[in-house]
């Protein structure tokens, strides 16, 4: 069964770290797929956080909220792309969802409809 499953989530004070996991299984090779970070806060709709094209993950994306704190890399060895995400701010707390979409090389889809696969989501969580 093809998953995406993330990790790394849970509960930090403001200005903490955490960095989250995206994991490709059953089949599910991320090197031929871009990714794209999502999430989504109680009573608000989702909206994007960061996307990285496959391969070597030339191309990236950031929301505007989240630039210069979070990064996203990627490690094809380990089939897993990664959201390091700095100086959290209450405003971060959301269930955090990783998407898999199969798209040219160099391009970084932003929108969720681009994306085929889906993770179950993990909880961020920032609280003093």
């Known amino acids: 069964q093809v998953q995406l499953v993330e990790s790394g989530g849970g509960s930090v004070q403001p200005g903490g770290s955490l960095r989250l996991s995206c994991t490709g299984s059953?089949?599910?090779?991320?090197?031929?797929?871009?990714i794209g970070w999502f999430r989504q806060a109680p009573g608000k709709e989702r909206e994007g956080v960061s996307c990285?094209?496959?391969?070597?993950?030339?191309?990236?994306n950031y929301a505007d909220s989240v630039k210069g704190r979070f990064t996203i890399s990627r490690d094809n060895a380990k089939n897993t792309v990664y959201l390091q995400m700095n100086s959290l701010k209450p405003e971060d707390t959301a269930v955090y969802y990783c998407?898999?979409?199969?798209?040219?090389?160099?391009?970084?889809?932003?929108?969720?409809?681009?994306?085929?696969?889906w993770g179950q989501g993990t909880q961020v969580t920032v609280s003093s």
């Open positions: 998407a898999a979409g199969l798209w040219a090389s160099d391009y970084a889809p932003w929108l969720d409809y681009e994306y085929d696969y």
């Open positions: 059953g089949g599910l090779t991320l090197d031929y797929y871009a």
């Open positions: 990285i094209s496959s391969r070597s993950g030339g191309s990236t």
